[in-house]
């Protein structure tokens, strides 16, 4: 291990002509508009600001580098400080080699205009440049970019600043302070670029680096396990990560599907070894011969698991309680393609409604991924999938008068039982719910309407009254149903919402009957019609058992 001081112009040049590279398993730039606003504040004021961590690769096993924008190979790698780095180029208003398209970055540089306010003398003493700062029409806000440009050992330099403090004080500014003073405070600012920060230099196996990335992520918060695992098949199989994983999870994105790196990996290890804790996987599996032919089944698997879930009209990742659930999915399919459907929904509702993935859910995930690969037939493998869940009981209504916004699962069983009721949207449009024309609207999340608005009912009925599920309609994604504190009976008129359309939610009943006095009544009438029709559809699902 090794310490090497790198003044802060350094390494912005090191990170703009690729002088050090970022391994393809770090994550790209997060930080937002006021943690770079935060950074140079702390380098003016002369605070800790971190090391950095650094990678002498020579000699180690071949890594992928994030992207390839030239003919660098260097062997020094970026491991920890990413951020920092990128935010320190953003002040110096040039772009590091990792970030691609240049427009990209334009655009960045608008959105991180950190500007120092040179008219303050109490903190903050850096801004965010909204449109009200770039249209003030003195110098007050000046460029950080424009000061870090600035190399003060030049002539040039120096004559710039003084220019700028004199066009300072002529706007009126900085009163009780001299020309001198204002330069003076503007140089500090320039100094920035030769702040000194600590490189720390190791030179470590791959698998060491990864993990030591892990434990020294920049805000204490530990990166997944799948991250670790991801870089080493990264290292293992350059380019695989960028050329393949990657742009499948875009596709996976455009199916409505956003589930991240760490679930679709998870998928992988569940169809190739039927394991999600991952240094419990032989270490060959994280070849080039091990992960393809399980790339290649996850990636044949996805479509049947998109198309199960279609049967309900759960079109996105967003409508599921938990995303456990389609690891254990992935194996499923995999093993059992032929497996029965409605009783595997069955199974996957059951599943949802009791919390079975509630935390991380690993435990049970492995339970499910054991009972698949030692069940003999799909039928036996969702008897043993169902077996792992508590005593099932019927639903009641007091499941549908629980609070809707805490209840994920309630939320996606009213939608199902609308959708499996050919339930049309309550716009004046109409349609049926998630489609347009005859197609499935792909990535669909349905909106949730009171029936008996909130405005309507304040200070008229309990609060859990008035967010219980079952004063709860669907509606869709752009419908706007402008109903302000009116009662039912004013916009259902309004918006057309006949007692067909009505009842296709399960608000039944006379519509005159619909009043505060019966609030309570209906409400307790419809949890219970709910409760007839979920119970319907499971019992149907699990073939009438």
Known sequence: ?????????????????????????????????????????SLWLDYPVGNILIWDSRGKTAVETRSVTDAQGPSLWLVDGQQRTTALCILSGR??????????????????????????MEPPFFVVANAVIRRNRTNRYVEVSRLLSLDLEKEEAQKELMDLSKAIKSDGLCSGRGADEVQFRLQKVCRIRGREII?????NELEDVVEIFARLNSKGTRVKEADIYLGIVAARSPGWVRETFLPYLDQLER?????GPNQLFMCLTAVGTKKIRFKSIKDDFWSPAGVKPSWDKTTAVWPKIINFL???GILTDASLPSNAVLVTLSALFDKFPDVDRSRTGYWLFQALRYGRYSGSGTT??????????????????????????????PITKEEFLRDYGDNRFGRLLLY??????????????????????????RGFAPQFHHVFPRDFLEGKAKPEQIEALANIAIIGATTNIRISNKDPLDYFDRYSIDERKRAQQYVEGEVAA???????????????????????????LNGGA
């Open 199 to 203: 490189g720390v230099t190791i030179d």
């Open 364 to 393: 049970s995930l492995e339970e499910d991924l054991r009972d698949i690969e030692q069940a003999v037939n799909g039928a036996d493998a969702v008897a043993s999938l169902l077996h792992r869940i508590r005593a099932i009981e």
């Open 255 to 259: 199916d409505g599907f956003a589930i």
């Open 95 to 120: 772009r590091p080699y990792w970030w691609q398209d240049g427009q990209d970055w334009n655009d960045l540089l608008k959105r991180y205009d950190i500007r120092f306010d040179i008219d303050t």
């Open 310 to 312: 279609e049967t309900w």
């Open 416 to 441: 199902v039982l609308a959708y499996d009721n050919v339930a049309e949207d309550w716009s004046k449009e109409g349609g049926r719910i998630a489609f347009v024309d005859a197609n499935l609207i």
């Open 1 to 41: 291990m090794a310490y090497t001081s790198y003044k802060l112009h350094e390494i912005v040049k090191r990170a703009v002509a690729h002088e050090w590279s970022v391994p393809e398993f770090q994550r790209g730039f997060v930080w937002k508009a006021t943690q770079v606003r935060d950074l140079a504040e």
């Open 514 to 540: 619909m009043t505060v006095e019966n609030f309570p009544a209906w409400l307790d009438a419809r949890a219970e019609r709910l409760a007839q029709v979920a119970n319907a559809f499971l019992d149907g």
